[in-house]
């Protein structure tokens, strides 16, 4: 066997490995930093236990870009570490067409074709255009279970981003 088959084979396991212990995730977070006083912040996030995390590391090298930490350390009892990328240029450039040239077989496939034109999207300025945020927050919501787990809720985000229009425009 050649060494590009080999190659080829581990990238085939790695995709099936973040299909199984992966997430294209969007988080939406508050900030007072943004206009629209929330900002999206997309990750790939891996997790495994902490004595098997040698695969975590593998990923790590393959896409030449994250890091690995401990997964929750408020938990005393969450023995995981977790690969995560953020930097939206590393997603561009090594993880999105990693993923294009390796997809995933579960409904995961889906969340990251979400993922990747939202990214797409913010690496062309579009999150910073009223109309095209909630867009972009409304398909982050369809991602992952449908929003089931997160932090807020998307009528109350789509209120915030209504009142704080409207603050501005009634002075």
């Known amino acids: 066997m050649g060494a590009d088959n080999q190659q080829e084979r581990l990238n085939q396991y790695l995709a099936g490995y973040v299909d199984g212990e992966g997430s294209f ?23 495994q236990n902490s004595d098997r995390a040698q695969v975590l590391k593998i990923l790590k090298n393959t896409l030449d870009c994250g890091y690995i930490k401990a997964n929750h350390l408020a938990k005393s009892n969450d ?24 997809p995933m077989l579960s409904p995961k496939q889906e969340d990251f ?49 209504e009142s704080s229009e409207t603050i501005r425009q009634n002075p």
């Open 113 to 161: 074709l979400k993922f990747k034109d939202i990214v797409k999207a913010m690496d062309e300025g579009q999150h910073l255009k009223k109309n095209s945020f909630k867009k972009l927050v409304r398909i982050a919501f369809s991602m992952n279970g449908n929003g089931k787990y997160r932090k807020f809720d998307l009528s109350e985000i789509e209120a915030d981003l």
């Open 79 to 102: 023995n995981t570490s977790v690969f995560v990328v953020r930097n939206r240029k590393d997603l561009i450039m090594k993880v999105i067409p990693f993923f294009e040239r390796h």
């Open 25 to 47: 995730h969007i988080g939406i977070q508050r900030s007072k930093n943004v206009r629209p006083g929330y900002q999206l912040v997309p990750e790939l996030h891996v997790s």
